[in-house]
């Protein structure tokens, strides 16, 4: 089977792999869609060391239907069921992160795509050892969604966590979401699906030309350039009003926002850092301690953000459709991740 590989920092290959086989506890997958992410193009384009020992396949937000049960998995999967992935390929099982649930804070978690085989090809196999230890590393997928709906479960998942798990988002509050990239547009929708006022969603210039619709239809009441504001957070400030901003997600992760980001922040309030940036904050601390402000890292999901997020999807409240820009064939590859870096896409979907 086709498949692409990343072979080391920056070098990515299209190359013919064999397909797995699997023992009597696994699972066969075969892929129908996968994702392009934003960490998919940094391992990419070289801006991000590989996290597994290299050469893997690449691609973590896949979807499709079961071709292989081994013997003693339960009768729960059947061939056939169409399931979407939560990327999960290992973890330790015994850490208090796995004992509460949260295998994605696992210290010794894999993750298929990222740091072992993933769903930028025609088969994943489904280890066992997972599969018994953590059953909901697959969902079903809803009837009314598509496979290439199903992979922005991920991005979904994430924005429900950070903005209703993590950050307690209340009906009736003001969210700020910085970034408009798939994680931020999904924090945007969740903030509007969970009873936001208001919405103000920031991003830049350039993404005015197809983000900003997408932010808007998914609940931003507000949109702001940051590359054209003299004064981006009195402009949020004006936009928040006096009861202030409850809630700001920083999707975006330059280290200038965590400090617009607390300054914006009403006192008491949460700042949920879902970005990544290696540049080192210079700043003090001392405001988000005299404001009485939570920061909160935030890495991924838990059953509760897709089980909750899967349902919104089922009742037709989630919609994953209007990010996807475009879907392509798995040899196409390498289009996709230019229109995904050049920002002429907000979601390209593969297909194996």
């Known amino acids: 089977m086709k498949a692409v590989v990343l072979c080391g ?11 797995p086989v699997i023992g009597d506890d696994d699972i066969l997958l075969e892929v129908k869609a996968c994702g392009i992410c934003g960490s998919d193009l940094h391992f990419y384009y070289g801006r991000l060391e590989p996290m597994g020992r290299v050469p893997f396949i690449m691609g973590h937000e ?3 239907v079961i071709a292989g049960i081994g013997k003693n998995v339960t009768d729960y999967w059947k061939i056939g069921d169409r399931v979407v992935s939560e990327n999960t390929g290992d973890a ?36 066992g050892r997972l599969l018994q230890m953590y059953p909901n590393c697959l969902y079903h997928i809803p009837d009314n969604l598509s496979f290439s709906e199903a992979t922005l479960m991920d991005p979904a998942a994430n924005g429900y966590n950070a903005v209703i798990q993590q950050a307690g988002f209340r009906s009736g ?3 700020v979401v910085f970034g408009v990239g798939a994680l931020g547009l999904m924090s945007i929708q969740q903030a509007y699906i969970g009873g936001a006022s208001r919405v103000i969603a920031v991003g830049m210039s350039s993404d005015r030309r197809s983000r900003e619709d997408i932010a808007r239809k998914y609940g931003a009441t507000d949109f702001l350039a940051s590359d054209e504001e003299e004064d981006l957070v009195g402009s949020v400030l004006k936009i928040a009003g006096e009861n202030g901003v409850a809630v700001v997600v920083d999707a975006a992760g330059v280290p200038m926002i965590t400090e617009q980001a ?24 001392d405001d988000f301690a005299l404001k009485n402000v939570r920061i909160i890292g935030h890495m991924g999901y838990n ?7 899967l349902a919104l ?40």
């Not at 208090?96 to 993933?118: E, I, K, L, W, Y």
């Not at 914006?264 to 990544?276: K, Q």
Request: proline content about 4%.
């Open 9 to 19: 920092k920056g070098q990515v290959e299209f190359r013919e792999v064999p397909e």
């Open 62 to 64: 896949f979807a499709g």
């Open 92 to 127: 330790c099982g015994r850490c208090p992160s796995c004992a509460a649930g949260n295998f994605v804070a696992c210290a010794h978690r894999q993750t298929m795509g990222c740091s072992m085989d993933g769903g930028f090809t025609k088969y994943v196999r489904i280890p």
């Open 173 to 175: 509050e003001t969210a």
């Open 262 to 285: 607390i300054r914006i922040v009403r006192n008491e309030g949460a700042v949920v850092r879902i970005g990544m940036s290696d540049k080192t904050y210079n700043r003090g601390l």
């Open 303 to 309: 059953a509760e953000s897709w089980r909750n997020s």
């Open 313 to 352: 999807a089922a009742a037709g409240r989630l919609d994953l459709q209007s990010i996807i820009t475009c879907e392509l064939p798995l040899e196409q590859y390498h289009q996709g991740f230019e229109m995904s870096r050049t920002q002429e896409a907000s979601k390209v979907i593969l297909i194996p």
